[in-house]
Each structure stands twice: as structure tokens, then as C-alpha cells.
């Protein structure tokens, strides 16, 4: 059974940093690409980043270039998104989903952690 | 970039047939797949439609989805429609390696 498993949401102060994690199992993790999305209350799904199954290509939307970054660890089956310069509209729910190199969609998708940017 | 418009909201009675809309705002809707997802309250969301109208394993054949040049627009269709189909729908496509998700559309099935 395919599952991603977010975590390392919580509170955090505008301006702070946090990591978040995704640790997958039930597939090859290293022939997948991997994706954050990011979901703030009561709004539509907004994109954040991916990195491909190698991890040598890397994207981020506009919105977050120079704050986030992305990285896995394939030896681990984990996908981690380092967020800094937080923003309080930035609080919202994460999510961790599959994806396969060269097709700029998801085919499965964790639950999702939340992360509060406030003061 | 690119956006892609969806009306806010549709409704329509359990056991018809509802389309839900997603306009790119520039740029062919054909130059890109789109994709479709659902997210039912309180939980993740799931992909329904990939490449445009290739459903995943598990989706029924009652969710189908195609794409319109004349009118720079991809469909969701929905039929015989069941109350546990209540949830928001978002399309998706994408420019190079950035994704663009649509607003959503919240369906109420009443």
C-alpha cells in the first residue's frame, strides 16, 4: 500500500523557519518524483515545489524562491521541504505528494501536516 | 504565467449530470495536460483525471473530462451523480516544471 506520511507542522513565529518531512513506503521511492502543495484554510490548493527522482532538478514557484528549498534522501524514502522567512499568510496545510519525472502532476497524496505562521 | 478559472460553485440533484468548467487564462488549453482532482471535506485530495481524460485504477467511468480549443477550456463531467460526489474539484495543468492549480468548485449534491 502506497502511503505518504507528512510531519514537523506546528507553530511558528512570522519571520522563523521550519522543516518539514515526507517518509513514503509501499513503492519505489527513487523512481519518483516528489511535490509539496500547499493548502491555506479555507483556500484552493496552491503548488510549492518538486524535485525529481534523482533530485538533480528542483522547482519552486515564484512565491517562495529564496525561502524554501527541497531535498530527498532516496536511501531514506523522505522528501523534506526547509521553509524560512515564514510569512503569516503562509499558514496552511502541506501536502506531500507523488509524481512521476517529466509529468508535472500528482498521483497520490499524503494527508498532510499543518504548519501556523503567528505570532 | 498562466491561470486557469473554474466558477466557485455548481449544484444539481443526485442522479443527473454536471460539468464543471476550467478556463486557461493565456496560452492553448491544448499545450498542456490538465488534470482534475477531488477533495472531500476534511481529507487530502485525489487525483480523478490525468493527460487531460486517462482516469486512474479505482476512479469509476462516471467521472469523465475532455478539453475544448474553441473555448481554451478543459471539462469535468460528472454522471449519475451521488451525494458522496459532494466535495471541491480543482483543475490543474502546468508551464515547464510549475504547476498552476485552478480555483476550485465546490459541488453540492442536493
Known amino acids: 500500500e502506497v502511503q505518504l506520511v507528512e510531519s514537523g507542522g506546528g507553530l511558528v513565529r512570522p519571520g522563523g523557519s521550519l522543516t518539514l518531512s515526507c517518509v513514503a513506503s509501499g513503492f519505489t521511492f527513487s523512481s519518483y518524483s516528489m511535490n509539496w502543495v500547499r493548502q491555506a484554510p479555507g483556500k484552493g490548493l496552491e503548488w510549492v515545489s518538486s524535485?525529481?527522482?534523482?533530485?538533480?532538478?528542483?522547482f519552486l514557484a515564484d512565491s517562495v524562491k529564496g525561502r524554501f528549498t527541497i531535498s530527498r534522501d532516496n536511501a531514506k524514502n523522505s522528501v523534506s521541504l526547509h521553509m524560512s522567512s515564514l510569512r503569516t499568510e503562509e499558514t496552511a496545510v502541506y501536502f506531500c505528494?507523488?509524481?512521476?519525472?517529466?509529468?508535472?502532476?500528482?498521483?497520490?497524496w499524503g494527508q498532510g501536516t499543518l504548519v501556523t505562521v503567528s505570532s | 504565467n498562466f491561470m486557469l478559472a473554474q466558477p466557485h460553485s455548481v449544484s444539481e440533484s443526485p442522479g443527473k449530470t454536471v460539468t464543471i468548467s476550467c478556463t486557461r487564462s493565456?496560452?492553448?488549453?491544448?499545450?498542456?495536460?490538465v488534470q482534475w482532482y477531488q477533495q472531500r471535506p476534511g481529507s487530502a485530495p485525489t487525483t480523478l483525471i490525468y493527460?487531460?481524460?486517462?482516469?486512474p485504477s479505482g476512479v469509476p467511468d462516471r467521472f469523465s473530462a475532455s478539453v475544448d480549443s474553441s473555448s481554451n477550456s478543459a471539462s469535468l463531467t460528472i454522471s449519475g451523480l451521488k451525494t458522496d460526489d459532494e466535495a471541491d474539484y480543482y483543475c490543474q495543468s502546468y508551464k515547464g516544471g510549475d504547476w498552476v492549480f485552478g480555483g476550485g468548485t465546490k459541488l453540492t449534491v442536493l
Open positions: 524535485i525529481s527522482s534523482s533530485g538533480n532538478y528542483i
Open positions: 505528494a507523488r509524481g512521476k519525472d517529466g509529468y508535472p502532476w500528482p498521483d497520490f
Open positions: 493527460e487531460d481524460n486517462q482516469r
Open positions: 493565456s496560452g492553448s488549453i491544448a499545450s498542456n495536460y
